[in-house]
């Protein structure tokens, strides 16, 4: 990680001719574009739909983790033999009972272990686990486990993990270096000497935690030698994967199986002690075993989002052209990898995709301490950099005089453009996101206009639709889908790898696959995320299932569709050619009096020829540069939004009241309108969550301080403002019928938004996130004291003296 | 009310409560919640659990009317009580106007506040039939979720008391 890469954006953006449709003159579609509910809606409504922790199983027993009191220590001694003599625990173990080989979700890291072996490296870090009858067994005999440990110094300030004499986390890795980048493109140096001002900013992102409803949950059960995991995951395949290498088994005899799930956000997808504890248990008592999480030991879990340090410097001409832009960068990645090494790069490479520049340097450390790990949170690397380039950008258009929506328009990126680290965008409607974000929040007639107190502010994000490239590197293509249409045709059943995790990918992609059959959403039925029964996916994450799995199911559609309209032909004594089929209905396209159903013509297909069935996959071109770290970011294609905000700020408690957010984004073809508004709104909400109220803290000792949704301060349906949300019309050659992601990117913009607009209030900067109460008050007295008005300062009060 | 005791010394007791307009007798510990009776003994696993602490009210049922944390109740409260949970809110296969609407707005996402949102939101309709959105929002404000921004949720029980007679 530690090589400077040097490259030439010309050369690196291969020439590019995208192997995707030209859009369709007709946009008539029979079940695409419309509101369907939710496939498992009346599931959900009734209590019928059942999560992982609802499962029991005959014989089934409980397992509990007993985790470190410790943010760093050297393990002396476990003793579990009382807590073996208690009535009712079938099982203790430690790190002496499990395989040691190292695992991660990151393979250039893979630095965990199932128990600690000679140190723990955070409070929560996992040590031993217990199997008993029921969960109050469990409770007694983690009390009854004594471990000796020797208290090492900690690495609490990610500032100071890589001073030559800051503690060791890892012996492997020097400085507590866990991802070094450096990458140039262009020549930043050249552009800074020809701005007409160059303007160096410094931010401070929060470390969040994603706080999905459910608790992780994974039941384990061994049978004749396979295991079988039910598991709250967002990606079967990658459980199956690394949970089969752990333990040395072919990952056919590894199976996963989604239920419902409560929610992810990225905190899902990767597996954890309960999938690697809980398969030994299971194995030690063959019995099915039952572990999970409670709500604090979920905040130690983590895999949240990274603090981070930020500093930017840009170049800009005169009229706000930008130049270009130097971002430098330290990320607290806590004790282990986790996804953090993607992180690490998202943080940089997703910086050059809304506006168009040429020259950039990036420069990252994600280090070691000794805090839970961070991972991949909605948007992931990508929210807090914006934060941070959004405010700058307002920060320069303030001092050029430049209203900021303008200096948006005049960089905002163009489609069919290739960014300097080498991303090929193809549809890009920045500029109509822009137009429309600026319209609908009414901006000319509100900015500099609003009553005191009142500020609007604008800021932009991107995403990908679905990462270019797997976690680990193999040739398995992103998606697979199968379709298998019933003996009397009047039922289809979609099985897919596909891994919904509430933001509706099971009915999107029934969707999709009913208009590519020429079928109807009513008769389909779904079978999903279970390793044994559905194809390959690599699951929920970077956005990527509605264009990934998308085209998968599409091209099975498409597959079931060609061999009916065969048989409907056969049937007719018409050339298939002639035929279409839509809504479940079979017509001659030159007469319309010529009719079949879809019914009749699958049965027949099935009496003569055996099962009907379609097949399809996807994989995406080879996309990116050549520089190291070149695949992270590169994506087929990317969404694009703007979005404005109103506050209102109390002046003298720094109290921020969010009035109205719009939200204007570009994310091609929408297939299910309802479910994509709500995808918006939820992104918000966690946006909105991250900048004004949401950190995960600590104590002196690395002890997390809030680990509850109360402390943790989730926002409730007191705390939201009025949300709208729009879209601009646009259509993605890459993707199935046109489309992108939206899920994460609505939350990308919101932080840089939010601040933005405190800063047009008050014209106060808050550098760091979370944008509170308490940071807004203090950064309106300091401007108090600068302008000379005498400030009380309630530190100086004599009731604060004792 | 009936007290048996184990080996240790460790007493239960037989409550009895009507759950979903059916009657039970369960012998219980007195440490045992609501939540658990309900989803382990009872096998109720609409009712969710999200933080056993009554910040999320993902396991909110209504006792005598009233919505509550499931997971803040001890069984032994709930003694006499007649307990509504999710599984109770559908009669006959025939959907509540409040899970209709739930459908009808897109208020459902990961479904795993769903349960608690409408028995809450029930409660509310019950002694408020007509709630300004206002009212609406501090009635569910109890319960977390973290999908949906609570955008369409509040849409769809004004929606749902709209169509209220």
Redesign the interface.
């Known amino acids: 990680m530690n090589q400077t890469t040097t490259t030439d954006p010309k050369s690196s953006a291969r020439a590019y001719t995208h192997p995707g449709l030209p859009e369709p003159a007709d946009k008539d579609y029979a079940v695409i574009g419309k509101s369907k509910p939710k496939i498992d809606a009346r599931v959900k409504v009734t209590g019928q739909a059942r999560y992982t922790a609802d499962l029991k199983f005959p014989n089934m027993i409980y397992g509990k983790i007993l985790t470190s009191p410790h943010a760093h220590a050297r393990i002396l001694s476990i003793d579990t033999s009382e807590a073996e003599k208690i009535p009712g625990v079938k099982a203790v173990i430690t790190h002496k009972d499990v395989p040691t080989l190292k695992y991660g979700i990151s393979p250039a890291r893979w630095d965990e272990n199932i128990f600690c072996i000679d140190t723990v490296k955070f409070v929560g870090d996992k040590v031993a686990a217990v199997a008993c009858i029921d969960e109050e067994t469990c409770y007694k005999a983690l009390k009854a486990i004594k471990v000796e440990y020797e208290v090492l110094p900690a690495v609490l300030d990610p500032l100071h993990a890589m001073d030559e004499d800051a503690p060791q986390i890892h012996p492997e890795y020097p400085l507590n270096k866990n991802t070094e980048i450096h990458q140039d493109f262009g020549d930043v140096d050249e552009a800074f000497s020809k701005a007409d001002y160059v303007r160096t900013d410094t931010f401070i992102g929060n470390r969040t935690y994603q706080a999905p409803l459910e608790p992780h949950t994974a039941t384990s059960i061994w049978q004749d030698g396979k295991l079988t995991v039910y598991s709250s995951t967002q990606s079967p395949h990658y459980f199956q994967y690394y949970i089969a290498r752990e333990f040395g088994l072919p990952m056919g005899d590894v199976r996963i199986i989604k239920t419902y799930v409560g929610g992810g956000f990225g905190g899902k997808l990767e597996p954890t002690g309960l999938e690697f504890a809980g398969a030994v248990l299971a194995r030690l008592t063959g019995r099915p075993v039952k572990m999970f999480y409670d709500r604090a030991e979920m905040f130690a879990h983590n895999r949240g989002r990274h603090r981070q340090y930020m500093k930017l410097t840009t170049g800009v001409k005169a009229n706000g052209r930008i130049l270009g832009v130097h971002a430098d960068f330290i990320m607290d990645g806590g004790a282990y990898t986790s996804l953090g090494i993607a992180s690490a790069y998202y943080a940089g490479a997703m910086l050059t995709l809304t506006y168009d520049f040429e020259n950039y340097r990036f420069d990252m450390n994600r280090v070691y301490t000794n805090l839970p790990a961070c991972g991949a949170q909605r948007g992931h690397g990508a929210p807090q950099p914006r934060y941070a380039f959004e405010a700058h950008l307002d920060n320069i258009a303030k001092e050029l005089g430049i209203d900021p929506v303008e200096i948006r328009l005049l960089n905002a990126r163009k489609p069919n453009t290739v960014t300097p680290n080498a991303f090929v965008v193809n549809s890009c409607e920045m500029v109509a996101c822009l137009e429309q974000a600026r319209d609908v929040s009414g901006w000319a007639e509100k900015k500099g206009k609003l009553p005191a107190g009142h500020g609007i502010g604008i800021a932009t994000g991107s995403f990908v639709s679905g990462a270019g490239y797997p976690i680990y590197r193999t040739d398995l293509p992103q998606s697979a889908a199968m379709i298998k249409v019933a003996e009397d045709g009047t039922a289809a059943t979609l099985y897919t790898g596909a891994t919904d995790i509430g933001q509706g990918s099971d009915t999107v992609l029934c969707q999709m696959a009913a208009e590519a059959m020429g079928y109807t959403y009513e008769q389909m039925k779904i079978v999903a995320a279970d390793t044994e029964t559905t194809p390959h996916d690599f699951g929920a994450y970077s956005s990527r299932q509605t264009l990934m799995s998308g085209a998968a199911v599409k091209e099975a559609g498409d597959d079931v569709k060609k061999q009916l309209l065969e048989m409907a032909g056969e049937m007719l004594n018409l050339p298939p050619e002639l035929l279409d089929v839509r809504s479940g209905k079979i017509s001659a396209k030159d007469n319309p009096e010529t009719t079949l159903t879809f019914e009749e013509a699958a049965r027949t297909f099935f009496v003569k020829k055996g099962p009907l069935m379609g097949r399809g996959s996807y994989a995406p071109p080879k996309l990116g540069g050549r520089h190291k770290g070149a695949p992270v970011g590169t994506s087929p294609a990317y969404s694009f939004a703007a979005q404005v905000s109103e506050v209102e700020i109390d002046e003298e408690t720094g109290e921020v009241a969010v009035l109205d957010v719009w939200d204007v984004h570009d994310c091609g073809q929408v297939i299910n309108p309802a479910l994509l508004h709500a995808q918006v709104h939820g992104a918000l909400y966690m946006g909105m969550g991250e900048s004004i109220w949401e950190e995960v803290r600590f104590d002196a000792n690395g002890k997390i301080q809030n680990p509850t949704l109360g402390e943790y301060r989730l926002p409730t349906a007191l705390d939201m403002p009025r949300m709208h949300s729009s879209l601009v019309p646009s259509y993605e050659p890459a993707g199935p019928w046109g489309v992108k992601e939206v899920g994460e990117g609505a939350t990308i913009p919101t932080m840089g938004c939010f601040r933005n607009a405190i800063f047009d209030a008050m014209g106060v900067s808050v550098n760091s996130l979370p944008l509170t109460q308490e940071k807004v008050w203090a950064a309106l007295r300091e401007k108090r004291k600068a302008d000379g008005e005498d400030v009380w300062d309630p530190m100086a009060c004599e009731c604060f003296i004792e | 009310m009936q007290t048996i005791s184990d080996k240790q010394g460790v007493k239960r007791y037989l409550i009895n409560l009507t759950v979903n307009g059916d009657e039970y007798s369960p012998v219980i510990k007195g440490n045992t919640l609501l939540v658990n009776l309900l989803?382990d003994e009872l096998?109720?696993?609409?009712?969710?659990?999200?933080?056993?602490?009554g910040?999320?009210g993902?396991c909110t049922v209504l006792m005598d009317g009233k919505p509550v944390d499931s997971c803040l109740v001890l069984a032994l409260e709930a003694d006499g009580c007649e307990i509504i949970?999710?599984?109770g809110?559908?009669q006959h296969g025939e959907?509540d106007r409040l899970?209709r609407s739930?459908?009808?707005?897109?208020a459902?996402?990961?479904?795993?506040?769903?349960?608690g949102m409408?028995l809450s939101a029930k409660a509310l309709l019950t002694r408020n039939p007509h709630p300004t959105e206002p009212e609406?929002?501090?009635a569910?404000?109890?319960?977390?979720?973290?999908?949906?921004?609570?955008?369409?949720?509040?849409k769809a029980v004004l929606d749902a008391a709209e169509a209220t007679e």
């Open positions: 989803r096998d109720l696993t609409g009712t969710k659990k999200g933080c056993e602490l910040d999320c993902s949970t999710i599984e809110v559908a959907l899970q739930f459908i009808d707005n897109a459902i996402q990961c479904g795993y506040c769903t349960p409408i609406v929002r501090a569910i404000s109890g319960n977390l979720c973290r999908c949906t921004g609570y955008v369409n949720i509040v």
